[in-house]
């Protein structure tokens, strides 16, 4: 059977005093007073002063539905482990309910229910008579209270910021959410309200969590073991706390606690164990049953039965039996007693805390209903029934403009303190903010100074066999100006001064010396002009193709090169013709012919861009949206593991955030940084390194940010589906380093096999360089073939990962 159907009836009265002990309002919880019972009620409140007697009467209501009521609940995390096995539980209204249980016994998880974080696999919950998560359930949401187990709260923010980030998710003015800090910084003793919770001690970190779940005075209060670490009076002074809002605003409590008697200041007790609970009663019911003195001893003795298959499992669940020879007449006096003793308790916590809160939030919907001394009429009498019906659909249009309003108006509350949040956190974490801001400009200066200039200072061997001494014969200008004479010295010359400091000529005896050099690593490879080449290449000229093998032999020039190294051979081989071709045209012109007659038979001009295109302009859109897209991914992937793992994320979607809001707000934030990545990336490579936009600078930066918006997206979806940071890690190098290869930035996409390019295609990041590219050298605008495909793919991507993040952030929810 059940352990709640078990229960006596207890009945708890909160009186609402005023400063002078003058007498407001009682409330009766649970359930409707039987008469005898409400006689007792109203000779024991008649002991209190009255107000005077133009004063509102004093009420005693009472409340049917429970705070929480837990029925047949179950849940496990492995199949066959449960962790809820039917469990029952029932927390009236306006009291406080001590759970007690042996670590991993299941109360988290069924607080985490409660609130709505996680889904039971059958069973019911109702809060305030509804299911958490259900419309108008206003859980998750501002009725709740929460502090979860761990501290759950930024560490790069202040204490003050904190209050105010969540005083704002619940919609309260700066106003409310300043007294309400003023209020909480002092009864909570925590230090001075600036500092950051990263430099709190372990206890201050505590209450200040526990200052967050209070600071908009909710209606159900769920706290998870909040005084675990804290010394003995700060403990005390903490339920006196909750006795003062139980009393003053009927807030409803539940507590889990490690500290056994503690519990003992709780209403009723819930022991739990192996996912059920072994009993819930008052701690003074239990105590008297048990004939004991300490609730551990209670706690020892049921966890025993509960392990002995032998015992009476309903004995277990009902103390010794006593209550079954209470006549109609005992119980009454019980419950009497009961309530005249939690008077004479709840008068002495009123003399202990002074009314002194003058924050007042209406957010207690559900008013008690009044049964008491005095009823309160409020229904519409006598009204015609078409008015009746006009004025109730006007009512109906206004409450549902109201509703309307009132939601974005908290919608908007929200997602502007998440902003705020996603902002501060941001920029109080210097390394964030110079590798998130800085890191793409800082790519872009390198790029520009690397990827694309030629190499210099390249060590080359010359074996001249022409002339000894060759260097200073072929000084830059030669002495002889004679046709056909010094044509070895006239193409080193060209080799050395031609293209800069391409190549370093280093003068080699013998060639197996130049070898042994290209060997060790220390030349690039060498080159050797045979005895007498100048004669030779002067025989060769007047024979034409009919030289003989001896005048072509000596007419040869001899290239031996390190092509380990494919692009420094291929920039090798590029100088050494282009300085050959010229070296032909300055002998042709020595001997009176036209330097044209060596030139290519071509007339070739760029449409788009120059001939003389670097490829460094080739290279740089696209490795700028590959940084801009990695850094924001991998930013945005840290910021939600980060919120999921310290359960600020789970916090704050109790305090009703939902993940639209969550999404929303970091599309403001990340959008704003990669303007900004974008802005200073783009200004640095245009001012910096002549980088010419042909086309709108407009269209680049938004090409820039919509790819920036992507990254962002992926990094929410990679950031919700790994549990930590090195999940994320290798799940976002396994994502975006194919994609960096396949995007075309590094070599053209046409080199690819057909199938991988039209796969790449598909991909994010591919046109959209493609895109960038063609707004930057071609000058095209957004509706040109060549950048619009890139603007749409990289935006369904985004929606595509907002979708499958959205959809896979609510699934979590249920596990
Ligand atoms: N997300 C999860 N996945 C798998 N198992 C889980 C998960 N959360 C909790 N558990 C397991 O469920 C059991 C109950 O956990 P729970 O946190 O509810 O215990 P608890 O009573 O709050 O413990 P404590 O007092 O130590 O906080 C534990 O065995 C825990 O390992």
New binding site residues.
């Given amino acids: 059977m059940a352990a709640h159907a078990n229960l006596e009836r207890r009945v708890s009265i909160q009186l609402d005093l005023t400063q002078d002990g003058v007498l407001n309002n009682v409330i009766v919880t649970p359930g409707t007073p039987t008469p005898e019972e409400m006689q007792s009620i109203e000779n024991s409140v008649s002991a209190f002063p009255i107000r005077g007697s133009n004063a509102p009467p004093v009420s005693i209501s009472t409340s049917t539905t429970p705070a929480v009521s837990i029925r047949q609940a179950c849940k496990s995390?492995?199949p066959g482990k449960p962790?809820l096995d039917n469990m029952d539980m029932t927390v009236p209204r306006g009291t406080i309910y001590g759970l007690l249980?042996?670590?991993?016994?299941?109360?988290?998880?069924?607080?985490?229910t409660i609130v709505g974080l996680k889904e039971l696999d059958s069973g019911d919950i109702f809060v305030f008579g509804s299911r958490p998560g259900t419309k108008g359930s206003g859980i998750p949401g501002r009725r709740l209270g929460y502090m979860p187990?761990d501290i759950a709260l930024y560490e790069y923010l202040t204490i003050k910021e904190i209050l105010q980030y969540f005083g704002r998710i619940f919609g309260m003015t700066a106003t409310e959410i300043d007294g309400q800090t003023e209020f909480l910084v002092n009864f909570l003793q925590l230090p001075n309200r600036n500092k950051k919770i990263c430099a709190l001690s372990g206890g201050q970190k505590r209450r200040s969590s526990l200052a967050a779940s209070l600071i908009h005075d909710p209606q159900l209060l769920i706290l998870?073991?909040p005084t675990v670490g804290l010394d003995p009076l700060l403990r005390e002074s903490i339920w006196n706390h909750l006795y003062q809002l139980v009393t003053t605003r009927r807030t409803t409590v539940i507590i889990?606690t490690?500290y056994i008697e503690e519990a003992r200041h709780s209403h009723t007790v819930g022991l739990?164990r192996n996912g059920r609970l072994l009993a819930e009663k008052a701690p003074d019911t239990l105590l008297k049953e048990h004939k004991t003195h300490l609730l551990e001893d209670i706690v020892l003795k049921l966890c025993r039965k509960d392990l002995s298959p032998s015992l009476d499992s309903h004995k277990a669940t009902n103390g010794n039996g006593n209550n079954n020879n209470n006549g109609k007449n005992g119980k009454k006096n019980d419950v009497v007693a009961e309530a005249l003793s939690e008077i004479s308790f709840y008068s002495r916590i009123n003399k202990m805390l002074p009314l002194s809160r003058s924050y007042k939030h209406e957010m207690n919907q559900d008013k008690p209903e009044v049964v008491g001394l005095k009823f309160q009429q409020t229904a519409p009498i006598g009204d015609a029934e078409p008015t009746r019906k006009r004025h109730s659909s006007l009512k109906r249009r206004q409450s549902f403009i109201d509703t309307l309003s009132d939601d974005m108006w908290f919608r908007a509350s929200r997602i502007r303190a998440l902003t705020v949040r996603n902002y501060l956190n941001f920029f109080r974490n210097p390394v964030f903010v110079l590798g998130v801001v800085f890191l793409p400009s800082v790519q872009m200066i390198l790029t520009s100074l690397i990827v694309g200039q030629d190499p210099q200072h390249m060590r080359f061997g010359v074996a001249n066999h022409e002339f000894s001494g060759w260097e200073e014969r072929c000084s830059k200008d030669l002495k002889s100006n004679v046709c056909g004479a010094d044509l070895s010295c006239r193409y080193l010359n060209q080799l050395k001064y031609q293209n800069g400091d391409f190549f370093d000529l280093v003068p080699v005896e013998k060639e197996s010396d130049a070898v042994d050099e290209v060997r060790l690593g220390k030349m690039w490879g060498y080159i050797s002009f045979p005895e007498n080449y100048s004669e030779y290449v002067g025989l060769r000229s007047g024979h034409g193709l009919f030289a003989d093998n001896e005048t072509l032999e000596g007419s040869i020039v001899k290239l031996r090169l390190d092509m380990s190294h494919y692009l420094a051979g291929v920039f090798m081989i590029n100088n050494l013709f282009s300085s050959f071709q010229e070296y032909l045209k300055g002998s042709i012109s020595t001997c009176g012919g036209s330097p044209k007659e060596v030139e290519l038979p071509f007339n070739y001009s760029a449409v788009y861009g120059s001939v003389n295109s670097r490829y460094m302009e080739y290279i740089i859109p696209g490795a700028l949206i590959l940084i801009i897209y990695l850094i924001t991914l991998c930013s945005c992937a840290v910021s939600v593991i980060g919120d999921r793992k310290q359960g600020t994320l789970d916090r704050s979607r109790v305090a009703g955030i939902q993940t639209f809001d969550i999404m929303i707000s970091y599309f403001i934030t990340e959008g704003t940084t990669v303007l900004f990545q974008a802005a200073l990336g783009a200004s640095i490579l245009i001012l910096g390194f002549n980088l010419e936009v042909q086309g709108s600078t407009v269209l680049f930066l938004f090409v820039c940010i919509i790819t920036g918006l992507c990254g962002q997206a992926s990094g929410l979806l990679i950031g919700i589906l790994c549990p930590d940071e090195v999940e994320a890690l290798f799940l976002g190098m396994f994502f975006y380093l194919p994609m960096m290869l396949l995007a075309g930035v590094i070599w053209p996409l046409e080199a690819m096999p057909d199938a991988l390019r039209y796969f790449s295609y598909c991909l994010p990041l591919t046109l959209t360089c493609e895109s960038l590219r063609s707004i930057t050298s071609r000058g095209l605008g957004l509706l040109h073939p060549k950048v619009w495909p890139g603007v749409a793919v990289v935006s369904i991507w985004t929606v595509s990962f907002w979708i499958i993040a959205l959809c896979i952030f609510r699934s979590l929810k249920k596990?």
């Fill in positions: 995390y492995t962790i249980g042996s670590s991993g016994c299941g109360k988290t998880t069924i607080l985490s187990q998870d073991e889990t490690h739990m596990q």
